[in-house]
């Protein structure tokens, strides 16, 4: 029975893969570039980013190795269980000077239920204004950003099964038009029982569509009457994710972990992400990760370092870097706090 263990692993981890690659529907490239929103599709925790985003899977709050809330964005069903409040923050640099970050805080609210609040957003450096009849520029500027603000609960509903939810409301600002909506995310996560296995599940951004809206759409029909511009509509980048992690070596205060995801979004076509994490005394954390099937990221690292403190308190530090194929390599700073 036992020699079977590491073989049901990889039949396990093959379905998923096939699942995911099994077929590319003919639309999938058509869909590029038809959602909003595009900044709730980014990595927003630097443990996760440091795995490639392969987290949908990893250990609940109610497990050794847990890092505070960030990874919530991911599976809203992972900080159920806790029995520390956390508080984190992290802030990311991307190409063209855009950079976003987020802010994520957990209650506890019983050994079983944890309530999560956080905000994320992005943010674009000032452009100056340009027209056909002004090409080289107005002397006026633009801004550009977005925002979520999120309200979620986790809780446990056995030893083994984890379930969460996520409400976040978002807004688009360019110059002075606005677009504004609410979403959704849902998360599972199961620890199987079978040596360190776990399979977590989570669909992000269920929402409805968003059109922009403001002051510079009111113009002037040609006869002196006011008329309004009509703006197209579109979806939020809804995303499917599937994943299955597992402890494959152990040591000592040592330990290396595993993970497998497949994420089907809306707009293009599937992928699948690969992510390592080594821990030595729980204190030193290495992380290694792959995109695969991704148009833009192709792998990523990562370094975690976890300092405890006075009073059962725990500071902790990640970093990631990813790179890119034809863009400026992406970097991600994350700190957190549990107390």
Not at 180 to 188: H, K, R
């Amino acid at each position: 029975m036992h020699a079977r263990r590491p073989a049901m692993l990889t039949v396990l981890a093959a379905l998923l893969a096939a699942w995911l690659l099994g077929g590319v529907p003919a639309h999938a490239f058509r869909r590029a570039g038809t959602t909003s929103a595009q900044f709730l599709k980014l990595a927003q925790d630097a443990r996760a980013a440091g795995m490639a985003g392969a987290t949908v899977a990893l250990p609940g709050a109610h497990r050794p190795g847990w890092a505070g809330a960030g990874n919530a964005f991911i599976n809203p069903a992972g900080p159920a269980g806790s029995l520390q409040r956390s508080a984190s923050f992290s802030q990311g640099r991307r190409f063209a000077g855009i950079r976003h970050g987020i802010v994520l805080g957990s209650l506890p609210l019983d050994e079983r239920a944890t309530l999560v609040l956080g905000a994320t957003w992005l943010q674009v450096p000032e452009q100056e204004i340009t027209t056909l009849a002004e090409p080289e520029g107005t002397g006026a500027t633009y801004r550009a950003g977005d925002l979520g603000l999120g309200l979620g609960l986790a809780t446990r509903l056995s030893d083994r099964l984890t379930v969460g939810g996520h409400l976040r409301w978002i807004r688009q600002d360019l110059h002075r038009e606005q677009a504004q909506g609410a979403a959704v995310d849902l998360g599972l996560l199961l620890e199987t029982g079978w040596r360190d296995l776990r399979l977590g599940l989570a669909l992000a951004n269920f929402g409805p569509r968003l059109r922009l809206e403001g002051e510079d759409l009111l113009v002037d029909a040609g006869d002196g009457r006011p008329a309004r511009l009509e703006t197209e509509d579109f979806p939020l980048p809804l995303l499917f994710r599937a994943g299955l992690s597992d402890r494959i070596w152990q040591g000592g205060d040592q330990r290396l972990d595993a993970a497998i995801q497949a994420e089907h979004p809306n707009d293009s076509r599937q992928n699948l992400r690969l992510g390592f994490e080594y821990a030595w005394r729980e204190r030193v954390l290495l992380r290694a990760g792959r995109y695969l099937r991704r148009d833009l990221e192709q792998s990523a690292l990562g370094l975690g370092l976890r300092l405890p403190l006075a009073g059962g308190r725990t500071l902790v530090f990640d970093y990631a870097w990813t790179s890119q194929q034809v863009l400026d390599a992406t970097q991600l700073l994350s700190m957190a706090i549990l107390y």
